[in-house]
């Protein structure tokens, strides 16, 4: 099993090379993990800084103690891969945000779609976002990534209608065939730059929105005979794309 990941702010080692994880993430190594002398453990930023260390030893039940020699910088993927999902019901939206994560998308975007039951608004919202922007970070570290996917503000369709002009390649994830839909399989990919994908809500994505999406030069795709539910589709179409492009030869 490859080494477990821990998040700090900085890398500033002491003398001897030696850092101190302390915190929640310190008790959780120390407390949880129960790791000892020896072992091995990953410090990342999320942003796509990490240092390779060894544990020293433990003080107490939250300061684990690592030698840490230097840090290194992992790049950012080609194609950059962005999922605008649509707000699910519940707690599917943790669930999709968790499975992306794993699957290796690079940014999220929350969209109040018109067909979306769920809508944020005010208090609520803020503390939607702050669980999807948690379970990002828990899901970077389960998955041993260094780099964690950006989760941004909640966007209207307007502002995913920007989204989609800007991308090298914009999709949207419409089940309806009979708009003249084409597999998303046989898309053509770019190998650099920006991807944008949608997936719509439970109700499907209106024809207002479609309208606005194409005409910001976004093309419909469908993922096969089933439908499946939005917060499955954007796991599998983010896998598609991590497999056709390139991201995981």
Not at 51 to 73: F, P
Request: proline share 4%; glycine share 10%; hydrophobic share 40%.
């Amino acid at each position: 099993m490859t080494a477990p990941v821990f998040v700090v702010e900085h890398f500033k080692a002491g003398s001897g090379g030696q850092y101190v994880l302390d915190g929640p993430e310190g008790r959780h190594a120390v407390s949880v993990k129960r790791l000892r002398a020896g072992e091995d453990v990953i410090l990342t930023d999320g942003a796509g800084r990490w240092a390779d260390c060894v544990v020293l030893g433990t003080e107490g039940k939250d300061r684990l103690i690592v030698q840490m020699d230097s840090y290194s910088e992992e790049p950012a993927e080609e194609p950059r891969i962005t999922v605008v999902q649509a707000l699910p019901k519940g707690d599917r939206g943790e669930v999709a945000v968790e499975t992306m994560t794993e699957t290796g998308v690079d940014a999220i975007v929350p969209w109040a779609a018109s067909r979306c039951i769920t809508q944020w608004k005010g208090d609520r919202g803020l503390k939607a976002l702050a669980k999807w922007r948690a379970t990002a970070r828990e899901a970077g570290k389960q998955s041993r990534r260094v780099r964690f996917p950006e989760i941004g503000d909640a966007a209207t369709t307007k502002q995913v209608a920007a989204l989609l002009a800007n991308a090298d390649f914009a999709a949207v994830l419409h089940e309806d065939t009979e708009v003249g839909t084409e597999p998303f399989v046989t898309a053509e990919l770019p190998t650099s730059g920006e991807i944008v994908l949608v997936v719509g809500p439970e109700g499907g994505i209106s024809p207002e929105e479609i309208e606005l999406f194409t005409g910001a030069g976004a093309k419909t795709y469908h993922l096969g005979r089933t439908v499946l539910r939005t917060s499955t589709a954007g796991t599998v179409a983010t896998a598609v794309l991590m497999a056709r492009s390139g991201r995981w030869h």
